[in-house]
């Protein structure tokens, strides 16, 4: 059973950082990509940032230059490092694993998904 646990969410200013992490179980993380997908009020869920297996990123462009994803294969996990946040970055954050090694920001190749952790901020 797979299973993605996301933490360190939580409510901060405008221009400060968070580094949200996402644990992993029940897959074979290291042949995997992984992603940060998010959800605003009121919004649809949108791609935030992948990893594949092999290091390789891709980053929305509304995040690029702010955040980074990257992942620890012996820990299996996956970080999302967010620096400069703006208040249209609150949002819950999901940590999402896509069982075929090639990377996507189509949210419909994402089997699972976790349940999700709020970032919120206050400008």
């Known amino acids: 059973q797979v299973q993605l646990v996301e933490s360190g969410g939580g409510l901060v200013q405008a221009g400060a950082s968070l580094r949200l992490s996402c644990v992993a179980s029940?897959?074979?993380?290291?042949?995997?990509?992984m992603a940060w997908l998010r959800q605003a009020p009121g919004k649809g869920r949108e791609f935030v940032a992948a990893?594949?297996?092999?290091?390789?990123?891709h980053h929305a462009d509304s995040v690029k230059g702010r955040f980074t994803i990257s992942r620890d294969n012996t820990k299996n996990t996956v970080y999302l490092q967010m620096n400069s946040l703006k208040s249209q970055d609150t949002a819950v954050y999901y940590c999402?694993?896509?069982?075929?090694?090639?990377?996507?920001?189509?949210?419909?190749?994402?089997?699972?998904w976790g349940q999700g952790t709020q970032v919120t901020v206050s400008s």
């Open positions: 999402a694993a896509k069982m075929t090694p090639r990377m996507s920001s189509d949210l419909r190749e994402y089997e699972y």
């Open positions: 029940g897959l074979t993380f290291s042949a995997n990509t």
């Open positions: 990893s594949s297996w092999s290091g390789e990123t």
